[in-house]
């Protein structure tokens, strides 16, 4: 008799660049970034079994990128690289008086164009499907025709689809959200056009409304979640990541699946959870700058804290 097979936490894809960090003009860092990376190095860090399945370019940028999720204690092996392809760059510039951020994927020295990011193709979605089939959650920022293959994959063994897109792609989307169990999304960057068909769909949905907090919306119920204030505003950067990251560990923690009949209330502890992770983490430099400060203790204690704001 076979035995069953052993589970993953999270398997995800999508964006996930080197992030040069220039504080008040001057680099200050570089470190894994992009949506997609900082949750799931965060989560490695919270030591979830985290699996990454990337498309990278055999370079040193790629080399640093795979080197800090296996530090993290991510497992790397769906991580492809491939030879005459650049890695994924990105500049954030932060203001630190007023804690303000934006990103370019230009070099402001040379004027040069850094190398973009590219989704994962066919035969890394066929290296990895044995993760996908075992994966608890799957994790997605970014839609193309062979992500959406691998979210299907995930979904159709049972995973929790969490989608969290920064663009909209109107070929994909709906195909996408027939899968979703939960989907983040910014109010002002794309409420326009995803509250209506969210609105019909099962998913439930987290939209934020940046300083001021976000709902979680489930059909046309709505609960409001007012942001945690932070003690200290030195960069906003990462913020939405951490609530992810709040969330997704509290789900696992609670050894919630796909086929558990989710309401919006029974999340309401996790979306908490992820906001008190992301308002410690405005008091830092950088995406991911209350991991580099605190250790997992302290980690753990800020996201199993009892009690709600909402």
Request: proline share 3%; hydrophobic share 40%.
């Amino acid at each position: 008799m076979s035995q069953p097979r052993e589970m993953i936490d999270v398997v995800g894809t999508g964006f996930t660049v080197l992030d040069r960090l220039y504080s008040d003009g001057q680099l200050a860092s570089e470190a894994l970034g992009g949506s997609c990376g900082n949750v799931l190095v965060s989560l490695a860090m919270l030591h979830r079994q985290v699996v990454p399945v990337l498309s990278l370019g055999f370079d040193e940028i790629g080399s640093r990128l795979v080197d800090e999720f296996r530090v993290a204690g991510a497992n790397t092996q769906y991580i492809c690289r491939h030879y005459g392809r650049r890695s994924p760059v990105l500049r954030q510039e932060l203001d630190t008086s007023s804690g303000r951020h934006s990103f370019s994927f230009v070099c402001d020295e040379t004027l040069e164009e850094y190398p973009r990011y590219e989704p994962i193709g066919r035969d890394e979605v066929r290296l990895a499907m044995d993760a996908l089939e075992r994966c608890t959650v799957f994790y997605a920022d970014r839609l193309s025709p062979t992500i959406l293959e691998a979210m299907e994959c995930a979904h159709s063994s049972g995973a929790i689809i969490y989608f969290e897109p920064s663009i909209y792609d109107e070929s994909l989307f709906s195909e996408a959200l027939a899968l979703t169990s939960i989907l983040k999304y910014s109010s002002d960057r794309l409420g326009q056009m995803l509250d209506e068909p969210v609105a019909a769909s099962t998913a439930i949905a987290i939209v934020t409304h940046g300083e001021d907090g976000l709902e979680v919306r489930h059909g046309h119920e709505r609960v409001w979640s007012a942001a945690i204030p932070a003690k200290r505003v030195l960069d906003t950067c990462g913020s939405g990541d951490m609530v992810s990251v709040g969330l997704i560990d509290w789900l696992l923690t609670q050894s919630i699946s796909a086929q558990t009949s989710l309401t919006l209330h029974d999340i309401m502890c996790g979306v908490s959870a992820g906001q008190r992770l992301a308002a410690e983490n405005c008091a830092f430099a950088g995406a991911r700058g209350v991991f580099r400060h605190h250790d997992i203790e302290y980690l753990r204690s800020l996201l199993s804290e009892v009690g709600s704001h909402f």
